[in-house]
């Protein structure tokens, strides 16, 4: 197995990575994935602690992360962001400063951005971003690798997003900017992607070969893709807009009739949780067509390929 070398201490945003560094991730992916389904394991993180800060429920990333460094040889340490004096004031450069003299990696799953940010600015140890308001590196990466694990034709990899401009949708159009994959984002006006990041990911993308598209019509959007992609309307800590959010993101939603538009062979993606029959009709996460559960498995073996990359050295 060769464990990437990375030039970044920490997983922030996917732009931390380049393109090769994504690629050499995604073949020790495979190769986790492949021992894992031959219930081998290998100890390339013994002893290794990992601390999980969790200010946000969480189920697949809790999880995989726990299960995936166990099965590495080491050890995750459960924080909920209520128990720990961060809750009382102390700040993230001192609780940064500490877990870096008990533990090889941080995991964090919080609100702002910038606490991801200061966070690893302040630790001397690796931080991974488990999610923040505008970010969902980890997802986005095993999205594609799950995409990449079907297709040996690049050009079957265009992606539609249907829904909410969010979190997981930014690191889903820095994803495809770095990797070469058109993605067309469906969305309400009041709810597009932000614009800043859009901009930067178009400049990667002219490098990459890839377009980045934001259109109003999720037919359009669904046209020519072969991978249609669609989160909660409402993400964790929105509650107080759901109403005015619903409203607007109504028809932006993947229903059978919106699949009929698109090419008989799609596939149907969703990091989950789903909100069922909100963003995308029930029927419709359990057809066929979808690889919403591939995609969570595939959280655990990227994890993996990613802590050992990160915190193996
Ligand atoms: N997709 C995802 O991150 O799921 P959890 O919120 O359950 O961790
Ligand atoms: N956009 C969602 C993703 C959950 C995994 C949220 O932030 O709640």
């Known amino acids: ?24 991730i995604f073949r020790l992916t495979a190769a986790l994935k492949k021992d894992a389904r031959r219930g081998r394991h290998r100890d390339l993180l013994n002893k290794k602690s990992l601390a999980m800060i969790f200010e946000k429920s969480s189920t697949r990333t809790r999880v995989s992360f726990e299960a995936g460094i166990t099965q590495l040889g080491g050890h995750a340490l459960f924080l909920d962001g209520n128990d720990i004096q961060l809750r ?18 941080i995991m964090i799953r919080t609100f702002s951005h910038d606490n991801v940010v200061e966070l690893a600015r302040n630790a001397t140890i690796p931080v ?12 986005a990466l095993a999205d594609f690798f799950t995409i990449f694990e079907r297709e040996k034709n690049a050009n079957r990899m265009r992606m ?7 979190n ?23 709810y597009e992607p932000d614009q800043d990041l859009v901009e930067e990911a178009r400049r990667t993308a002219t490098g ?7 259109t109003r019509d999720p037919a359009a959007a669904v046209e020519n893709a072969y991978y249609l992609y669609t989160d909660v309307w409402i993400s964790m800590g929105e509650e107080k807009k759901a109403a005015r959010k619903k409203k607007a993101l109504a028809k932006y939603k993947i229903t059978k009739e919106l699949l009929s538009k698109g090419r008989a062979d799609s596939k149907v993606m969703h990091c989950l949780p789903a909100h069922r029959d909100e963003e995308i009709e029930s029927d419709v996460l359990d057809s066929g067509r979808s690889i919403v559960f591939d995609q969570a498995e595939n959280r655990l073996h990227v994890q993996k390929a990613i802590m050992c990359a990160l915190m193996g050295r």
């Open 208 to 214: 990459s070969g890839s377009v980045i598209e934001i």
């Open 88 to 105: 009382r004031g102390e700040t993230i450069d001192d609780t940064a400063r500490v877990l870096s003299r008990y533990v090889d990696g």
């Open 168 to 190: 997981v949708a930014h690191s889903l159009i820095q994803c495809a900017a770095l990797l070469g994959v058109d993605i067309s984002i469906a969305c309400p006006a009041a």
């Open 128 to 139: 991974i971003n488990g999610l923040s308001d505008e970010h969902h590196p980890c997802q």
């Open 160 to 166: 539609a997003y249907i829904g909410d401009g969010n």
């Open 1 to 24: 197995m060769i464990i990437p070398k990375l030039k970044t201490k920490d997983l922030v945003t996917v732009t931390d990575l380049t393109r090769g560094e994504i690629m050499a």
